[in-house]
């Protein structure tokens, strides 16, 4: 069974920061896709960043470039979104996702999903 574990959210300050980790197991993701999603409060889910097999061919919303880095480690299976100088709109429940595909190119069909978790961003 496939499972995408998130870990790494809470209560942050704005200006604060976060590390959100995506453990996968049921099977490898070293030459897939992932990215992470979010739903903010009231509104649909939408896209944050992705990042390709290789490590490379990052993908960000407009709102967290700059701040979001996506990052992976392919031999712990586990992709990583640091979150920087995060604002109030950032507050959402974050999901990670990861492409059933190997080799796939952008962009990407995300097969697999988390359960999501918390990010909470206020004074």
């Known amino acids: 069974q496939v499972q995408l574990v998130e870990s790494g959210g809470g209560l942050v300050q704005p200006g604060g920061s976060l590390r959100l980790s995506c453990a996968a197991s049921?099977?490898?993701?070293?030459?897939?896709?992932m990215g992470w999603f979010r739903q903010i409060p009231g509104k649909a889910r939408e896209f944050v960043a992705s990042?390709?097999?290789?490590?490379?061919?990052?993908y960000y919303v407009d709102s967290v470039k700059g701040r979001f880095t996506i990052s992976r480690d392919n031999a712990k299976n586990t992709v990583y979104l640091q979150m920087n100088s995060l604002k109030p709109e950032d507050t959402a429940v974050y999901y990670c996702?990861?492409?059933?595909?190997?080799?796939?190119?952008?962009?990407?069909?995300?097969?697999?999903w988390g359960q999501g978790i918390q990010v909470q961003v206020s004074s």
């Open positions: 990042i390709g097999w290789a490590g490379g061919d990052t």
């Open positions: 996702a990861a492409d059933a595909r190997t080799f796939s190119l952008y962009p990407y069909q995300f097969d697999y």
């Open positions: 049921g099977r490898t993701f070293s030459t897939s896709a």
